[in-house]
Structure formats: structure tokens, C-alpha cells
């Protein structure tokens, strides 16, 4: 991790404006309704797990309000990624998102799909996935632990993966959204082979 750095907006540099839907809340949104933990408390023990460790981990997270979920920021070799820690409370599930922070141009989404379709061709841990209607590309990782204890050494083997993922395919997403390569030549380049 020495070239990269996950941050949030405690003072390591500006922070990119939230979307407006995603307005951050207090912890106290985070937390479960009178009752509600009875229902599933192993997802709301995950959910307090889950902030105690990006917290503990210096990822200065940020709570979504109406969501069972953190956000904050990764700044990579290659660039700077929004990310999403977030508990499916009724599935017991968790799932880390990193989001790009670019959208591919809508002439360029058959060719970045084909990039991300041969990027994820042999990963073992997670998947990139674009969303053809506005062209955002993120990556998902995600563990279920239904019946579990979701501990800190399986978000720490979700969110590494994913990050250094987004971070290692990003240069060739941009080259084939804006820099007129075609998915098998920045595929090469980043997987260092010949196209």
C-alpha cells in the first residue's frame, strides 16, 4: 500500500463534492431502530463493525443517510475513487463498491464494456461492472455472512482487493474512453502482455 493512500475529508486534500442525494448523517443514523436488531443482529453487529474498522483503519468514513452504509474516498497510484462500505441488513451481506471517479462517454461504453468484460476474465475477487445508461464503472467486492460474525480480516479481504483492482484497471478504462485505444491494447498494457 505504499504507493496509494485511502482517505476521507479529515484534512488529506480536498474531497469531491457528494452527490446531492447522498447528504452525509450523523452515526446515529446508522444505527438500528428500536427493535429492529433483534430481527437480524448479526448485520447490525456487522454494521458497527464495519464503521469501527474503516475507522480504525484511517478511512474516515462518512455515514449515507437512509442507507446501512459508509462512504469515503481512495487515492490510488492512478487516481482518486469514491468508495461505498455497505450492509445488506436483510441478506446479511456486505458489499464494497469503487466507484470511478469519471463516466465514460456514451460512445465509448461498447468499447469499455468489451475493456471491463476482458479485465474481468480471470479475477478471482470481485468484478468491475459499467452502467450503460450514464457510464459509471465501479468495482464490487462483496462477502456473505449469513449465520457469521462479519470480523475485520474479511472487510480488510474485501476492500484491499477492490481498491487495488479499480486502481490497477483505471489507466487502460481511461485510455479506452478517452484516449482512442482499443480494449485489447490497453488490456496488454495493463496486464503487461502483447496485444
Known amino acids: 500500500m505504499e504507493d496509494s493512500v485511502y482517505r476521507g475529508g479529515n484534512g488529506h486534500g480536498p474531497e469531491p463534492e457528494p452527490d446531492p442525494e ?26 458497527q463493525t464495519l464503521g469501527q474498522y474503516l475507522e480504525d483503519d484511517g478511512w474516515h468514513p462518512t455515514a449515507v443517510e ?14 482518486e475513487m469514491r468508495c461505498y462500505a455497505q450492509i445488506l441488513i436483510d441478506l446479511e451481506q456486505f458489499v464494497f463498491y469503487v466507484v470511478a471517479m469519471l463516466k465514460v462517454p456514451e460512445d465509448a461504453r461498447v468499447a469499455a464494456a468489451e475493456y471491463i468484460t476482458r ?48 486502481d490497477r484497471y483505471l489507466p487502460g478504462l481511461l485510455k479506452v474512453a478517452f484516449g482512442g485505444k482499443t480494449p485489447v491494447e490497453a488490456i496488454a498494457e495493463v496486464e503487461g502482455r502483447k496485444s
Open 66 to 79: 437512509g442507507k446501512h452504509a459508509y462512504r469515503t474516498y481512495y487515492s490510488g497510484r492512478n487516481g
Open 119 to 166: 479485465a474481468n476474465y480471470g479475477l478471482r475477487i470481485g468484478n468491475l461492472e459499467m452502467d450503460f445508461s450514464d457510464g459509471e464503472v465501479r468495482f464490487k467486492g462483496s462477502v456473505d455472512f449469513e449465520g457469521l460474525e462479519l470480523s475485520p480480516q474479511l472487510i480488510r479481504n474485501t476492500v484491499y482487493p477492490a481498491v487495488q483492482t479499480m
Open 22 to 47: 447522498e447528504q452525509a448523517a450523523t452515526d446515529a443514523d446508522s444505527q438500528p431502530e428500536a427493535g429492529a436488531s433483534a430481527e437480524h443482529p448479526l448485520s447490525w453487529s456487522a454494521l
